[in-house]
């Protein structure tokens, strides 16, 4: 039976979301995924539906969330869902629903000089599989300075500061570009990539961490069922959020 993938198309235009899903969607068929795209949040109202989910895929930046939405999003992730996303359309959606940050790993803060700056990402040999073979790359896009779960699994990252800005003060810093997490049994991977869809022509490696990443998240269902585990150490405490 093929896997099943829900991408999230909306918000913002200037992210591309109609693009970057077409392409997001593109690489998970051509790995035999059913996939389906839709442009309303109200999707997200169906509980039972994002529990036969495999995956979910967000390319939604800004926007509101209504927070029932983000609560089936969270069980469904608990019980194996996972959730991929790139730039924007993940770590700057709904920004006013911190659940949905705390599900993500991250949010977005700023991206000094704008679009245009051309930087370095740097792999973290060794950490995972998604970057397995893959090596440093340069970029020349948005450099996104995000505010990061301490839990994450950094996979790659690049160097602040770049342009003159106030935060230029403070020490060098090594700020997350890729990571995965945990949510419950759901598998989550981010990348800050992808401020415009050619992002992932103009740097292939870009491309390869995004399908590789959606292919793992997408395997934490399987593997739930597989070793037996059960969303009942999660939801003991659930109502405490």
């Known amino acids: 039976m093929a896997k099943k993938a829900l991408i999230l198309k909306g918000g913002w235009d200037g992210h591309e979301p109609e693009l970057t899903s077409k392409r997001f969607g593109g690489m998970l068929e051509e790995a035999g995924f059913e996939v389906t795209i839709s442009d309303t949040l109200d999707v997200l109202a169906d509980a039972d539906y994002l529990m036969t989910l495999d995956l979910v895929v967000a390319c939604w930046t800004m926007g509101e969330i209504k927070n029932e939405y983000v609560v089936n999003l969270s069980k469904a992730i608990g019980a194996g869902t996972g959730l991929a996303g790139c730039h924007g359309g993940m770590c700057d959606a709904f920004r006013q629903n911190t659940m949905w940050q705390f599900i993500t790993g991250g949010q977005w803060v700023s991206h000094p000089g704008s679009d245009g700056v051309n930087y370095t990402v740097n792999i973290c040999h060794g950490s995972s599989p998604i970057i397995e073979g893959l090596e440093d790359f340069p970029v020349c896009s948005e450099h996104y300075y995000l505010h990061v779960d301490p839990s ?12 003159n800005y106030y935060h230029m003060s403070n020490k060098p810093v090594d700020m997350p570009v890729a990571w995965t997490k945990y949510w419950g049994n759901g598998r989550v991977f981010y990348t800050s990539l992808g401020h415009h869809d050619d992002v992932f022509d103009k740097s292939p490696n870009a491309a390869i961490m995004m399908r590789r990443g959606m292919l793992w998240a997408a395997e934490g269902k399987a593997y739930a069922i597989e070793h037996g585990l059960t969303t009942e150490r999660f939801e003991n405490t659930a109502k405490m959020y």
């Open 152 to 163: 994450i699994e950094v996979l790659a990252t690049t160097r602040f500061p770049i342009v």
